[in-house]
C-alpha cells in the first residue's frame, strides 16, 4: 500500500483500558493463596478448554482455547491445576472491581467480565491516579490489574498490553507521554494482529498488502484499506492516528436478540430431560428481557446431537414460532417452548446442545396486539417477586415447576455441565464462605 500524511490530532484524550489480569485464574487466588506460584488454568464448559491461564502456565505453552485432553500431561509432569469455571465467583468479583473504578470518574463504560474503559481526561495528576486505580484495585479485591492510556479506545488496549508485558512500566503506560517518535518506534514493534478487532484471518489479508506492524496499518493508504478491507478497518486506522471513532458507550443498549444455550455434559436421550434443560434457558432468557424492560415476539428453540461424534446418527432440529403477543412471561414462554421440544423431539438420537432464542425484541411500552387472539397479561406482580427472590438470594432460588424436578427424581441423565474440578462460591453461597 501506499502512504499518506498523517493529520495531527485536534485534541488529546486520556482514555483508560483497565484490565483485570488472568482473571479467572485471579479470582481462584484471591481465596487460594497457596497457588499463587503454582500453574493454574481454568476451563471452559464441560471442562473442556483452556479459557485463563496464570502466568506460569502461560510458560509450560498452554495456549488460550487449547483443549485441555491435550496439555493434561502437564498436570503430572509439571503440577498444573486444571478448575471448572466458577462463573457466579468470577461475576461477582467483576462487580466488585467494576464498583471500585466506577469511584474514580463518572465516565465508564464496562466492555466485558475482566476489562473497563475509563475517560481520565482532564484530572490532574494522572499517573499517581492510574497507580491509584491499580492499587485500590489490588488491595480491595486482590485482582491485579493494569491500566493502559490513550487517546482513543484503540490506543489504549495497545497501551495495557505494553503495561501488562514490560515490568518497567510497573502495570500502567501513558501512550500520551511519547512523543512522535517514540510513538513510532513503539508501534513498529507491535505485530498487527495485536490490533483490537484484528484476528487471525485479517492479519494474513493484510500481511498480503504488506501490514506487519501496527505502524503499518497507520500508516497505510486509506482509500486502499476502505476499498479491501471496509468502513471498520478504516475507522481502526483513524483511531490508531489519534482520532477517536470509537464512542464510550456508558449506557448498554437493549439486545435485540437473546439467546441462552448450553452443551450437556452427557448426551440425554429423554424428551423431560431436554424440557427441563430448555426451561432453565427460558427462564434466563425471560430474566433478561425483564432486565432491560423488553419483551420478545418470537420464540426459537433448537436441538442438536453431538457433531464430534461422527459414528452416532445426526439430528439438529430447530424451530421458530411467533408468539401471539409480545410477553416477558417466563410461564408463558415455557409452555411455548415445552411444546416445540416435543414436536421436534425424535426418539434414538442422543442429544448434546439445546437453546432458546428470543427475537423480535420490542420496549414494554410497545405492544402490537393480534385482533384474532385473545390479549395475553403477564404476571407482572408474579415475575417481578421472582426476579426479586432470585436477585436476593441467588439465581434458581424460585423456578418454574419444570425446572430441574423431573432430572432429579426420575431420570439418571444429568445435563448439567462437568464442574468435576470446580471450587466453591466463596461469595455467592453462605455455606461456601470460606472461614478466616
Not at 484490565?19 to 493463596?33: L, M, Q, T
Not at 496464570?54 to 503430572?76: D, H, I, T, Y
Not at 416477558?328 to 411455548?336: F, I, L, Q, R
Request: include cysteine; hydrophobic fraction near 35%.
Amino acid at each position: 500500500m501506499q502512504t499518506q500524511a498523517l493529520t495531527p490530532p485536534l485534541h488529546v484524550k486520556q482514555l483508560a483500558l483497565v484490565d483485570c489480569n488472568n482473571f479467572y485464574v485471579s479470582c481462584e487466588r484471591v481465596f487460594r493463596p497457596d497457588l499463587i506460584h503454582t500453574p493454574v488454568v481454568a476451563l471452559s464448559n464441560n471442562d473442556g478448554c483452556v479459557i485463563s491461564r496464570s502466568n506460569e502456565a502461560k510458560a509450560l505453552g498452554v495456549k488460550m482455547g487449547q483443549p485441555w485432553f491435550e496439555v493434561k500431561e502437564l498436570e503430572r509432569e509439571h503440577g498444573v491445576l486444571a478448575l471448572s469455571s466458577n462463573y457466579a465467583l468470577y461475576a461477582d468479583m467483576s462487580n466488585r472491581v467494576m464498583s471500585i473504578l466506577s469511584q474514580f470518574t463518572p465516565t465508564q463504560e464496562v466492555y466485558s467480565i475482566d476489562e473497563s474503559f475509563l475517560d481520565l481526561s482532564g484530572i490532574r495528576e494522572l499517573r499517581d491516579v492510574s497507580y491509584k486505580i491499580k492499587q485500590t484495585v489490588g488491595q480491595w479485591t486482590g485482582i491485579p490489574v493494569c491500566v493502559g492510556i490513550g487517546p482513543t479506545k484503540t490506543l489504549a488496549k495497545l497501551a495495557n498490553q505494553v503495561a501488562k508485558k514490560h515490568p518497567k512500566s510497573k502495570g500502567v503506560f501513558n501512550f500520551n507521554d511519547l512523543n512522535e517518535s517514540q510513538k513510532d518506534a513503539l508501534l513498529s514493534k507491535i505485530e498487527v494482529s495485536q490490533v483490537w478487532g484484528v484476528g487471525r484471518r485479517l492479519t494474513n489479508r493484510l500481511n498480503a498488502y504488506k501490514v506487519y506492524t501496527v505502524q503499518d496499518l497507520k500508516l497505510a493508504d486509506t482509500p486502499t484499506l476502505r476499498a479491501e478491507f471496509g468502513v471498520v478497518m478504516e475507522k481502526t486506522q483513524r483511531e490508531l492516528r489519534e482520532l477517536s471513532c470509537i464512542d464510550m458507550t456508558q449506557v448498554e443498549p437493549a439486545k435485540k436478540q437473546i439467546v441462552c444455550s448450553r452443551s450437556f455434559g452427557q448426551m440425554i436421550t429423554d424428551v423431560n430431560a431436554l424440557k427441563d434443560a430448555v426451561s432453565l434457558f427460558v427462564s434466563n432468557a425471560c430474566q433478561k428481557l425483564r432486565a432491560q424492560q423488553s419483551h420478545a415476539c418470537i420464540i426459537q428453540v433448537f436441538l442438536s446431537t453431538n457433531r464430534f461424534r461422527a459414528e452416532l446418527p445426526q439430528y439438529n432440529p430447530c424451530i421458530s414460532v411467533p408468539l401471539p403477543q409480545p410477553t416477558n412471561d417466563t410461564v408463558y414462554v415455557n409452555t411455548w417452548a415445552n411444546y416445540l421440544v416435543e414436536k421436534m423431539f425424535k426418539s434414538g438420537y442422543s442429544y448434546k446442545k439445546a437453546g432458546v432464542m428470543l427475537s423480535e425484541i420490542t420496549p414494554t411500552t410497545h405492544m402490537q396486539m393480534d385482533m384474532w387472539e385473545p390479549a395475553h397479561q403477564p404476571n407482572e406482580r408474579l415475575m417481578g417477586a421472582l426476579d426479586e427472590l432470585n436477585k436476593r438470594y441467588g439465581r434458581g432460588t424460585v423456578t418454574v415447576s419444570t425446572q430441574g424436578t423431573y432430572l432429579d427424581k426420575q431420570s439418571g441423565q444429568n445435563w448439567h455441565m462437568k464442574q468435576t474440578r470446580k471450587s466453591p462460591n466463596y461469595t455467592t453461597n453462605w455455606h461456601e464462605v470460606p472461614y478466616v
